[in-house]
């Protein structure tokens, strides 16, 4: 698979590309630290730049504990998801192909469902 990156990121990395595991992850996480491409920090999320919604990868282990932090105030999953809508507030503006391509891969890639309790948290 063809991870999506934005036009900064294809300057900085040119292309990543995971056929198995990705090349890029350790033992801690991702270790590209700062350079990490925004398609992984948006993962498990979705976001469908049409309908202005969050989705999520239903094969996700993780998304039954994120779902739940999300009514939690200041829970991990609220701070990356209010990360999440600021990123993509911007690259709206700069680079809204990035969205659109990043979601047609998504969309072909992962079963989704729509996030729950994605109103709540941060300015729609």
Do not use: W
């Not at 036009?7 to 292309?15: F, I």
């Not at 590309?17 to 990490?36: A, R, S």
């Amino acid at each position: 698979m063809e991870i999506t990156l934005t036009s900064q990121e294809q300057k900085k990395l040119g292309s990543i590309c995971v056929e198995v595991n990705c090349p890029h992850l350790g033992d801690k996480g991702c270790t590209l630290g700062p350079d990490k491409p925004f398609s992984c920090y948006l993962y498990p999320l979705v976001y469908n730049p049409i309908k202005k919604t969050y989705l999520y990868d239903t094969d996700c282990p993780v998304m039954p504990v994120y779902i739940k932090q999300l009514k939690v105030d200041g829970s991990e999953a609220q701070q990356h998801l209010q990360g999440i809508k600021q990123s993509i507030r911007s690259l709206e503006l700069q680079d809204p192909d990035f969205l659109t391509n990043n979601f047609e891969i998504d969309q072909s890639y992962f079963e989704i469902k729509k996030l729950p309790h994605q109103n709540k948290i941060g300015n729609e």
